[in-house]
């Protein structure tokens, strides 16, 4: 009786650990990223320089609270199980499968996505200072843009929203409600309402992919794959016109049930070595 009334007591313990342990590291992230905020009013920064600052914040944040997670926290390998002592397969090869899925989903579900919010009449429901306009963020050179919003700023918010976030609510509730929650929670960090709609859209299948492949390498990868696939049509008029055509559909429809199916086909495989 005594040890039973010490596990339970030993579990609680664990518990509190945990949850303040996740408070310390999302308390840590938006310290450090609202510090670079607290700059830019300080200064007085605006235009390029302001967003350079912006830049440099996601990838300070990002790279500190990283190293700072729990060791199954950060796992960047892609894996067809989601416990090392199962005994399923979790060779290179299926690695490089499951990366390769989860990059042709994110494409897939970006473009289909971007597709149906650019035809919804957001300007009736909603006033225009609820509304996201992307092209703010693409007032810089496309190199820099392609570093910062799709590769720094996915990586930043991959590390917090689903290596902390979701990764500990995962721990405490079943996968549905701690995908719903930190997707939830994802779009209302975006500001406004019709990103916040997408991001919650995005979040739910991004913590999905690291719920699949045990990875929080495979979030940020269909994080980087999408936001890199918004930037470059932003910025290039004629990739934008050639996706919004028919040769455009039937590329991201492709990728999109071929990335469906190889997720599927390497999950079996990793099950039937």
């Known amino acids: 009786m005594e040890e039973n009334q010490r596990d339970k007591l030993n579990k609680k313990l664990s518990f509190w650990q945990e949850v303040l342990k996740m408070i310390q590291l999302l308390s840590l ?7 670079f905020s607290l700059i ?5 920064l605006q235009g390029n320089t302001m967003r350079y600052v912006g830049i440099l914040a996601y990838l300070v944040c990002g790279s500190v609270v990283f190293f700072l997670l729990p060791k199954d926290h950060r796992k960047l390998i892609p ?3 989601g416990s090392e002592t199962s005994g399923e397969k979790t060779d290179a090869l299926s690695s490089l ?5 989860v990059i042709m989903i994110a494409l897939g579900i970006a473009y289909f996505l971007n597709r149906i919010f ?3 009449p957001w300007e009736n429901v909603m006033p225009e200072s609820a509304m996201y306009s992307s092209e703010d963020a693409f007032k810089i050179p496309l190199w820099v843009s392609l570093i910062g919003y799709g590769f720094l700023a996915p990586f930043a918010e991959e590390v917090a929203f689903r290596g902390i976030l979701f990764k500990y609510l995962s721990k405490w509730m079943p996968a549905v409600p701690a995908i719903l929650i930190s997707a939830a929670l994802f779009g209302l960090y975006h ?15 991004m913590a999905l992919m ?13 994080h980087m794959s999408a936001n890199t696939l918004v930037t470059l049509y932003a910025n290039i008029p004629e990739f934008y016109g050639f996706l919004m055509n028919v040769p455009g559909l039937i590329l991201m429809s492709v990728s999109l049930v071929a990335g469906i199916v190889l997720l599927i086909v390497v999950k079996k495989r990793g099950k039937n070595p």
């Open 29 to 35: 992230y938006f310290f450090l990223y609202y510090s």
């Open 210 to 222: 690291m719920y699949l492949t045990d990875s929080l390498g495979a979030s940020m990868l269909f």
């Open 40 to 44: 830019v009013a300080v200064f007085g």
């Open 97 to 101: 499968l499951l990366a390769l899925s």
């Open 79 to 81: 894996r067809v199980s």
């Open 191 to 205: 500001g406004n309402i019709m990103q916040g709609l997408y991001a919650f859209f995005m979040g739910m299948m």
């Open 118 to 120: 650019a035809v919804i």
